[in-house]
């Protein structure tokens, strides 16, 4: 079964740097999405994606955040000066369009120094 | 804003224990309600969508039940490889994908 892949699973870094995160959603998948899980807490919505621009985004997802399809297979979330605060699992998820639901990745483990 | 309010927040069944977990929500018109299934470390696993008030879904040892202002998720005698946290999740009408969830359910179903 199609399944949405993340990479790297576990991400250390030191507060400032930049980090990209990486994901391979399902090949025929039209809808991308990032979001995040702060330890103990709910999942939350941070960007959806849909024909090369984003199409809705979160408070969350401020001028630090960006994503980007750089090519027919990857979906990639970039966070340009990390803080502590932003220590969270990072999950991307694929849809096929509207109404239909979204499959998700197991998840990046984003570590802040 | 969308809310999304699960109920239990933990749950603990004896193995064949049947039970139902309860989301409350309150959206800007419902698109859709979803239910996941989360494993620790791992991301949501999608089980169930929901479009109107009256419909219902099966899947095994589950089923997902829908009202105008909750959703039910009824686990009828649950195994122990049932153990995980349930996520209910809505997209209201105006919003593109956004999905907006609940904090979750966890259960652990007992040998």
């Known amino acids: 079964e199609p399944e949405v892949t993340q990479t790297p699973s576990h991400q250390v870094t030191q507060m400032g740097q930049e980090v990209i995160l990486r994901c391979v959603p399902i090949s025929n998948h039209l809808y991308f999405y990032w979001y995040r899980q702060i330890l103990g807490q709910k999942v939350e919505f941070l960007v959806s994606f849909y024909n090369n621009e984003i199409s809705e985004k979160s408070e969350i997802f401020d001028d630090q955040f960006s994503v980007e399809r750089p090519d027919g297979s990857n979906f990639t979330l970039k966070i340009r000066s990390t803080k502590l605060e932003d220590s969270a699992m990072y999950f991307c998820?694929?849809?096929?369009?509207?109404?239909?639901?979204?499959?998700f990745g197991d998840g990046t483990r984003l570590s802040i120094l | 804003e969308d809310q999304v309010t699960q109920s239990p927040e933990a749950l603990r069944l004896q193995e064949g224990e049947s039970s139902s977990l309860n989301c409350s929500y309150t959206v800007s018109g419902l698109r859709g309600l979803f239910w996941y299934r989360q494993d620790p470390g791992k991301g949501p696993e999608f089980l169930f969508t929901?479009?109107?008030a009256g419909e219902e879904k099966e899947k095994e040892r589950l089923k997902a039940t829908l009202t105008k202002k909750e959703s039910f998720l009824h686990i009828t005698a649950p195994k122990p490889e049932d153990s995980a946290t349930y996520l209910c999740a809505v997209v209201n009408s105006g919003g593109y994908q956004k999905v907006t969830f609940g904090t979750g359910t966890k259960l652990q179903v007992i040998p």
């Open positions: 998820a694929s849809g096929g369009g509207n109404n239909q639901p979204q499959h």
């Open positions: 929901l479009y109107s």
